[in-house]
């Protein structure tokens, strides 16, 4: 049985019992959240989040990209939301490599460079702060007053936030 297989039976297992609204895409807290694909963060948990409540963007490293503002900007202007948090964290895969190691090594492999950038980093902390910056500054977002980061920390599951 592939790992797909196990999530599918998992559904069928599971029926409807979530709970939350389903009735809008519009998110009724208004907020939209953007943190790391690492698997260990489970935001739905970590927030008390149920359905309907919040806009979930995940990334490899929860780092504030080009897609990431076309997101929001989304988000912000057809969808509601008026606030951004930003929730990177401890241990995270993105600060073990570097840009230019990782752009050799797929060009190596597929003979190809990327144009697009890894966002690598080494303090967790440097990269919440820049994520953060981002979305200020961003002209697209209409909502920018009101955008705060953090770090998680895996182990212990608590949240920092970033000044």
Known sequence: MTAIDVLLKRN?????????????????????ILTCMDARIRVFEIFGLIQGES????NAGGVVTDDMIRSLALSQRKLGTREVLIVQHTNCGLSLVTEDEFKDELED???????????AFREVEDSVRRSVRRVRRSDFLPHTDNVRGFVYDVHTGTLTEVE
Do not use: F
């Open 12 to 32: 069928q297992e599971l029926g409807n019992v979530v709970p939350g609204d389903r009735s809008s895409p519009q998110p009724s807290l208004h907020v939209a």
């Open 55 to 58: 806009h979930i963007l995940r």
């Open 109 to 119: 492999a597929t003979g190809v460079r990327p144009t697009w950038a890894v966002e």
